[in-house]
């Protein structure tokens, strides 16, 4: 019964769906790339559109090759990606708010605004002028905090 | 975590001693390797239940977080994905001010980088004393904040509390 199953073939088609998947969706968050409105949902959704598709791909690579250490390469390729891109995006996404990158018109940014005003973020223009004063006030006020 | 650091490498380790053998009686491929070192690793995980209790009862839950995960991925990317296919825009941006349960430096990294992952969500920036974290939400329904609030501090803070208590 079981020498029957063409095993191959089972493993060809699984790892085809999950290549194909992943390809769409890097596709799909690329073309969002080019025509979403703002810098932040365009971040948002690059983000994971790159992270599922490379992990869809991978899994389906490590699947079609069936050898134990491929496998454990692209698990550990999946793992990591999966840690590192979202610091990545993260990191982007505080430096535009400090850069002042403007958010889209129909955004609701009532519950930052008031962060902004408290952390004199919303005057500075960029970072460079933002740290020249962090430093400018250090001075001033050593023992502060 | 130690013990599941521990356990892993016992587990990889005789794994790979047992397949480095000259005459195997099973093919050498990646579903038996998979296997027995899942096999392996099951079988430490209950012995654990005579030294370490609270290993025993944390791995399934951790399980259950990254399962949780991997379908909140999915359907994040499926709603993005249809929003960017179809001409009208469906999304309503938000910045949300979400006040943190979690204290230290590990949960609130877990925490970020999962709603980096999920839902529409991008979070932008911790405050300076780690108690609130800044999100962009794309997709706030019926312009309910609290609603979102909830839903993230049910779904994923919980678990990861569960997690680390």
Known sequence: ?145 | MKTFVFHFIVAFTATYLFFSQADLPIPYNAETTTAMFLGILTLLWLSALFYNKSYFRKLPKAINLLLYFLKELFLANIKVAFDIVTPHYYMRPTIIALPLTVKSDLEITLLANIITLTPGTLSIDVRKDKKILFLHALYVKDDDIEQLKNYIKHGFERRILELTA
């Not at chain 1, 060809?12 to 290549?19: A, K, T």
């Not at chain 1, 840690?83 to 002042?100: E, L, M, S």
């Not at chain 1, 609701?108 to 933002?130: A, C, I, M, P, S």
């Open chain 1, 1 to 145: 019964m079981l020498e029957n199953i063409d095993w191959l073939l089972i493993r060809e088609i699984i790892s085809c769906v999950l290549i194909l998947t992943g390809v769409l969706f890097m596709l799909i968050s690329t073309l969002g790339l080019l025509r979403l409105p703002d810098f932040y949902i365009r971040m948002s959704a690059i983000t994971k559109g790159t992270t599922l598709g490379l992990g869809l791909i991978l899994s389906g690579m490590g699947i079609y090759f069936n050898q134990p250490d491929i496998l454990l390469k692209v698990l550990a390729i999946i793992v990591f990606s999966f840690i590192t891109a979202p610091v990545a995006a993260h990191v982007v996404g505080r430096t535009a708010v400090q850069n002042k990158i403007p958010f889209w018109d129909r955004t609701k940014t009532k519950e930052l605004n008031e962060y902004l005003e408290q952390e004199n973020l919303g005057e500075h223009v960029n970072r460079d002028k933002y740290i020249e004063d962090l430093k400018k006030k250090k001075k001033n006020a050593p023992g502060n905090q």
